[in-house]
Nanobody, 125 residues
């Protein structure tokens, strides 16, 4: 599976961005997706996850109510809508994918087998 993330940029606090992750190389509806982020000097952390059908989603407490993950299986693309952005959301955002039928925890990066290249999100105060 190849993943191509896009949509990052510079935005003021309170603003919005939508990230996209386009997948290829495997039937998109057979893979679960997640977004992680890594700020300078910090560990990579889980942001959101979505199962293969899109019927189940998972969110880090820090983004609940502000971020929304979705997927369009017809377009082989997952989206991360980020609203009410805060300076602490500044990080490189990575999309990740796995074809495992039972992923266990969506929050664990080791449960994903494929990673995109990352897209920078910078939120100014």
């Amino acid at each position: 599976v190849q993943l191509q993330a896009s949509g990052g940029g510079l935005v003021q606090a309170g603003g919005s961005l939508r990230l996209s992750c386009a997948a290829s190389g495997r039937t998109f509806s057979s893979i679960s997706m997640g977004w992680f982020r890594q700020a300078p000097g910090k560990e990579r952390e889980f942001v959101v996850g979505i199962n293969r059908s899109g019927g189940t989603t998972y969110y880090a407490d820090s983004v609940k109510g502000r971020f929304t993950i979705s997927r369009d299986n017809a377009k082989n693309t997952a989206y991360l809508q980020m609203n009410s952005l805060k300076p602490e959301d500044t990080a490189v955002y990575y999309c990740a994918a796995t074809a495992r039928p039972y992923i266990g925890s969506f929050r664990a990066p080791e449960n994903y087998d494929h990673w995109g290249q990352g897209t920078q999100v910078t939120v100014s105060s």
